[in-house]
């Protein structure tokens, strides 16, 4: 009886042939890390600014892909909710990393965690829902997930939201917007702390809410076929987020550049920021939806927003104490408005457990308006 072809351990060759953009990664690193004044001492010339930025951008984005290739094999091998905790997880980090890399180089943004905050609600809950929801339902009538599930994470995520994108507008501490220390405190200790019961009970005694009927089906399903063992891909999972540390450090010099010299909106880092850690995300959940699989999808996006606010928000109160780089957390004006709306769409949209061609359509133009607003502001 022999072993199957997919338990096999993997040859040199083979290795370099799947994973070479750990290469390019690796390379990029060293080169930036050997290389660093000749290389941002041109900064302000146009071309030499459009090939850094987009250097950077593109290897960040590559790995942070590679993490969810593995993320998306581990998630077939432990299925859920474990598989979507990883993937999420992983991503929140990088997100984490990108927006302390840009905080603590240059000039102090205290608005950079917030705008960073709402862009990421706004391309996952408008965006990202909507592309899932139209693709996945273009050829239904309609997509069923688990009810309890959805609840559950909007059940966290609203007052999560709440507490640390809206309510700091209306209690402005003595230095203006920012929030005192004892406010950070709370507001972290409670983050943390809802989020941590949240994962128990997730993996825990509520584990089924977050896994649908048939996910026996989910590998034929996905279309993932993972080749290699847990370790393999744990292993080499953390092994491309080790260069993102250092690119995103990198990365926050151009945009720095462009909101400081070119005097870009001050949303600008947090939309690329976004778009960063977003994008590897929408895409598992687009292929989920599309495949039928609508409940490792919203696994994903509420997942993604869960952690995003439940973590993001208190590793930014902590830098920002650490190193005396002030924050403000509270939405104004328009971008509070577009925040209620998503919020109030989103609970309308998982309440009955079916979704539908019309849902998507809706959350693609509340996107769509919230990447008007940026262009007019």
Not at 32 to 41: N, Q, S, Y
């Amino acid at each position: 009886m022999t072993d199957s072809p997919a338990l096999h351990p993997l040859s040199i060759t083979s290795l370099a042939r799947e994973e070479w953009f750990i290469g390019v990664s690796a390379a990029t690193s060293l080169i930036f890390l050997a290389f660093p004044d000749p290389i941002f001492v041109r900064i302000a010339e146009p071309f030499w600014f459009v090939v850094i930025f987009f250097w950077l951008f593109a290897v960040v984005l590559g790995s942070a892909l590679s993490v969810v290739r593995h993320a998306d094999h581990l998630a077939e091998q432990l299925r859920e909710p474990y598989g979507t905790l990883i993937l999420t997880l992983a991503i929140t980090s990088i997100e984490v990393m990108a927006i302390s890399a840009v905080m603590l180089h240059g000039e102090n943004n205290p608005t950079l965690a917030r705008d960073t905050l709402f862009a990421v609600v706004m391309i996952i809950l408008n965006g990202m829902v909507g592309l899932s929801l139209l693709f996945g339902a273009w050829r239904r009538e309609d997509q069923q997930h688990n009810l309890h599930g959805a609840n559950a994470y909007l059940g966290v995520i609203v007052p999560l939201a709440t507490l640390g994108l809206v309510m700091p507008t209306f209690l402005a501490g003595p230095d203006g917007p920012h929030p005192t220390a004892a406010r950070q405190m709370f507001l972290g200790i409670v983050s943390i702390g809802l989020y941590s019961i949240f994962l128990l009970l997730q993996s825990g005694r509520h584990q089924r809410y977050f896994a649908e009927d048939g996910n026996h089906l989910e590998r034929r399903a996905v279309g993932i076929r993972p080749h290699r063992g847990v370790w393999h891909h744990a292993v080499l999972l953390l092994a491309y987020m080790g260069p993102v540390v250092f690119l995103v450090e990198q990365l926050a010099k151009p945009i720095d550049y462009v909101i400081e010299t070119l005097h870009a909106p001050a949303a600008f880092g947090g939309v690329i920021m976004a778009v960063l850690v977003a994008t590897p995300e929408a895409i598992s959940a687009v292929r989920a939806s599309v495949a039928n699989h609508l409940q490792r999808a919203i696994n994903i996006f509420l997942g993604s927003v869960l952690s995003t606010i439940g973590l993001t928000v208190p590793a930014m109160l902590a830098i920002s104490h650490f190193y005396g780089h002030p924050v403000t957390l509270g939405l104004e004006g328009p971008d509070l408005v577009m925040f209620a709306l998503t919020i109030t769409v989103s609970i309308i949209t998982f309440s009955s457990g079916r979704t539908n061609l019309m849902q998507g359509a809706v959350h693609l133009v509340l996107f769509i308006a919230y990447v008007l607003l940026i262009t007019q502001q």
